[in-house]
């Protein structure tokens, strides 16, 4: 059985939220292991503030790219049928033939990185016509006023926002902005599975 996503529970932990919902999207609860649930909270969360206090800035490029690493790994010895690419500069646009669209065309989930009056983690968990699904695990009440973002909440297990593809490459840190090309990064995620390949779906590639 798959779980809804759910939304962060501090002001800093988008990181560790996106992550485990990506894995959430992807496999049912049964299948999931506590080791992954584990390390994703261990080693996120590693940012000190100004006041020095651990947390409080979140989640590091650094810890991203590891838990990152780490999920290949506990796939290929067999613990998880999961695959996982850290990305970051260049890599990191949406539309037409990216990687990140690519990606969740054949069933991956993405945590990127993008602004949200700071930096900010969501999971993307699908594509509609030129519009990313995407779900925002900080929870707001009022809808947004930019337009191209429709806020949703009858997808709880897939998506929370319907967001326009331009509105992710602008290299500014307007809302859900990619921001600067330096700056960003993505984590691409697939359960194994249920990953659609050439030799398990001909409609993808038509």
């Known amino acids: ?34 080791v992954v649930i584990r390390n994703i909270m261990l080693y996120c969360l590693d940012c000190y503030n100004c006041e020095g206090i651990m947390g ?50 054949r069933g991956g989930a993405v945590v990127v990185r993008l602004y949200f009056e700071c930096a900010h983690y969501v999971l993307l968990t699908g594509t509609l016509s030129g519009k990313i699904l995407m779900f925002d695990p900080y929870y707001v009440k009022e809808p947004f006023t930019e337009a191209g973002i429709v806020m949703v909440d009858d997808h709880p297990f897939t998506y929370n926002r319907i967001v326009d593809e331009q509105c992710f490459n602008r290299e500014t840190t307007e809302l859900y902005a990619l921001g600067p090309m330096e700056d960003r990064e993505a984590v691409i995620i697939f359960n194994e599975d249920t990953k659609k390949t050439a030799e398990k779906t001909i409609e993808y590639f038509i």
Request: charged fraction near 15%; hydrophobic fraction near 40%.
């Open 1 to 34: 059985m798959k779980n809804p996503l759910h939304y962060q529970l501090s002001e800093y932990d988008c990181g560790p939220t996106a992550m485990l919902d990506a894995v959430s999207f992807l496999f049912p609860r049964e299948e999931i292991s506590p």
């Open 56 to 105: 409080k800035s979140g989640t590091s490029s650094a810890a991203m790219m590891f838990l990152s690493n780490w999920l290949n790994g506990f796939g290929k010895v067999g613990q998880l049928p999961v695959s996982s690419q850290y990305l970051s500069g260049k890599s990191v646009w949406i539309g037409g033939d990216s990687l990140i669209n690519d990606a969740l065309c």
